[in-house]
Structures are given as structure tokens and as C-alpha cells.
């Protein structure tokens, strides 16, 4: 029996949510009636509920490629981005083939290489170094056997992005030592800037060795609709995805594929508010940080929902860090273990995105609560 590994992450979606979800990464949702305005409950409520197109619906390929500078035929639809990650792992890694992938990551993304058989070689990014990627130690992770890099721009759990520098010098790395692998680049999070920020372009004009992933959960407010995309310029391996969609789900569901489209529509409306409510959810976590900084640390996000805390090991003993995570479930506050993503239990992962500001504010209260009464216990 082919087993997928256990991750505590999926207690984000299993059972009632906390009073404060610190834990998720998203923004805030959207609400279908967003979605569904007059003109447009009349084309839904006439929809067919027949089979959608194995590739993914042309005019929303088309949006996805405009948004990403690519053509509607470098586009296939998923079912939300870890479909793609598992669809891209399991067509390129074979058994006893090479993988690369830092760490801390997103749990998914590793998961679908070790099932899909993979040799899994893995780059430790640390919290003292901001998380930030340098090519030359990731090239002394690749070798001939080396079939796919999988990244994350920005990272999850940190929202550290990489930049296009040193993404050019891992291509360069990969063109010389393993010239027939591809880099993957997950970018769920790269709309998700702060405020007037500029957004990052897409890596995938980088090279035609770049395959990049998206969805709509994280930017776009919508993770209900489980809708995702890969991008390759890579004629054949597309047609491979495609066919691997077709033997795993058929088709994505039509009706969210034309909710996303509606998405898509209002996607300038929807990312200028959510841009702004992250960057005044940054700017309270910011603020919290400063006020806490004899009990934490943290590393600054450059995009997204999300940051990585750490506790001060001068002030928590690993006894105290785990009546941290204790203390915090019976005050109904909720952060992602930082063990969830390959890191050590004294970091977490904390979302300011999804809470609205006024209930972002309660929960640090909370948190800071939790963090003082421990530490004056340990004292």
C-alpha cells in the first residue's frame, strides 16, 4: 500500500475552528454573493452541471495567462495548487529520482515527492538567516539524478520571497549540473503584497525549465473553490498534466471554474482590499513583536499573510514552549507548530490575514497573555 505521510496541518480544517485562528494563512474570504451580482446570478443559476474541459475552462486559462504573462495554452486548471504540486511530482519523479526542496516547507509540497517515489535532498533555511535562499548552498544539492527543485516565492511559513537573482543562479546551477531537471515554483503567494507594493512578476519567464503553481486561496480570498493552476511552456509535459488531471479528477467543477472567472474579473477590486488589509495586518504584528520583543523574535515577510515567531530561548525552556501551545488551545487561539513545516517547535507560524483587524488585535492580546504567564511561571 502506497501511504501518504501523517501532517498535523491538516487540523486546520478538521473539526471547529479556535475563537482566534492565528494558525491559517490566508487573507479574508470572499463571500459568494461577492461573486454573484445580478447580472451574474442569471448566467449561473442557467449553468449545465455537465463535465468541464480536462485542461481547464479556455476563458478562465486565458485570465490566469494574462495575469502571468503566458499563453492560455501554458495553463492547466487543477484542483487547488496542491493538486498541481502532486500532479508535477508524480509525472517528473520517478523512483529512486532526485528532488531538492528547503526547509521549512509547506508539508504538501514535500509529501507529494516521497510519495511519488522520489529521493528527497533537503536544504535547511534558517530563521538566523532570515530564511533567505542562497543558490551556491542549493547547488551543492543537486546531481545528475536530480529531476525537479521545488521552491516556494514567497515561502511558506516564512513569506520570505526569493529574488530573481538568485533564482537565475540556481537555473544556472541546474543548466550545468542537471541540465534536464525543471525548477518549480510555487507562487500561491506572490499577489499578496503589502498596500502599494509592487507585485513580483512570475518566475516562469525565466526559463522554460520553470513550472510554476497557484490557486486561488491565498491572494484572492476564495479557498473554497479549489481551484488551482500549473504553468509549463513545456508542450509535452503539459500534455502529460493534462492527461493526469483526466485519470485523477476528469475535470475541475464547472461552477467553480466560473466563480473563479468572476474572480478573475473583480481580481484588481478584490487584491487592492486585501493588500491593504494585509499591510495593516503586518503593521499590528509589527507592532506586537516590538512590544513583546524580550519574549520573541520574528522574521519580517516581504509578501503574503503570514510570518515566522520564534520564542526566546533565554526566556522558554522546551518545557515551557510546549505549555505555550497548551495554554494557547485552552484560550481558543490557534498557531501553526513550526514542527508542521520541518522547523524546531519553538517557532510558529502566525496569520494576520484572515482575522478581521479589530479580532487581529484580541488575538495577540491573547497570545501575549499566554507568552507572560508562562514566562513568569518558568522565572
Known sequence: MRTFPASAIMSLVEGAPPRYELGESVGPDCHLADLLDGSAGASVDDMR????TADGDPRL???????NGVGPDDVVVTVGGSHALFLLAFILCDAGDEAVITSPAFPLARNALEVAGATVRTLPLHFDGGYRLVA??????????TKLVSLASPQNPSGVAID???LGAVLAAMREICPDAYLLVDETYREAAYGDDPVAPSAVALSPNVLTVSSLSKCHGAPGLRLGWAITQDRLLREQLVRAKFSTVVSCSPLCEALALRVFDRREVIGAVRRAHLAEGRAWTAAWRQDNSELVEWVRPDVGALCCVRLRSSVFDDAAVIRVYEALVREGVRVADGRWFGEEARVFRLGFGLLPIADL???LAALTAVLRHVASAAA
Not at 49 to 52: E, I, S, V
Not at 61 to 67: D, F, M, N, P
Not at 136 to 145: F, G, I, M, P, T
Open 361 to 363: 488585535r484580541h488575538a
Open 164 to 166: 530573481p537573482a538568485t
Open 136 to 145: 551556491d548552498e542549493l547547488a551543492r544539492h543537486l546531481s545528475a539524478r
Open 61 to 67: 486559462r486565458a485570465a490566469i495567462a494574462e495575469a
Open 49 to 52: 452541471l455537465a463535465y468541464g
